[in-house]
């Protein structure tokens, strides 16, 4: 039974940090590609990060360039997302998915992604 339990959400303050981790069990954790995906209310979902399974290639919304990094240990079956420099347009659900597609990470795109967490809260406000 696939399972992704994100965690490491919460209320910060514009400019401030914060790390989002995805634990997984269930599936060959390695050979799946890995993603990010926020939705505020009233929005669509967005994809905010990929990690590929096979080249470590990575992709990033324009909106985060530089302000967040993915990152994953196949060790430990987990995926992280560093979030710096929060801004209020950050606050979100943000959900970690995983998908069973190899490739360049700037490929993927959202239906390439079988399996959700439940989400984990982010505000980010003063």
């Known amino acids: 039974q696939v399972q992704l339990v994100e965690s490491g959400g919460g209320l910060v303050q514009p400019g401030g940090s914060l790390r989002l981790s995805c634990v997984a069990s269930?599936?060959?954790?390695?050979?799946?590609?890995l993603g990010w995906f926020r939705q505020a209310p009233g929005k669509e979902r967005e994809g905010v990060s990929y990690?590929?399974?096979?080249?470590?290639?990575?992709y990033y919304a324009d909106s985060v360039k530089g302000r967040f990094s993915i990152a994953r240990d196949n060790a430990k079956n987990t995926v992280y997302l560093q979030m710096n420099s929060l801004k209020p347009d950050d606050t979100a659900v943000y959900y970690c998915?995983?998908?069973?597609?190899?490739?360049?990470?700037?490929?993927?795109?959202?239906?390439?992604?079988?399996?959700w967490g439940q989400g984990t809260q982010v505000t980010v406000s003063s």
């Open positions: 998915a995983a998908g069973s597609v190899w490739g360049n990470a700037n490929l993927l795109t959202s239906t390439d992604f079988s399996s």
């Open positions: 269930g599936f060959e954790f390695a050979y799946y590609a």
């Open positions: 990690i590929s399974s096979t080249d470590t290639s990575t």
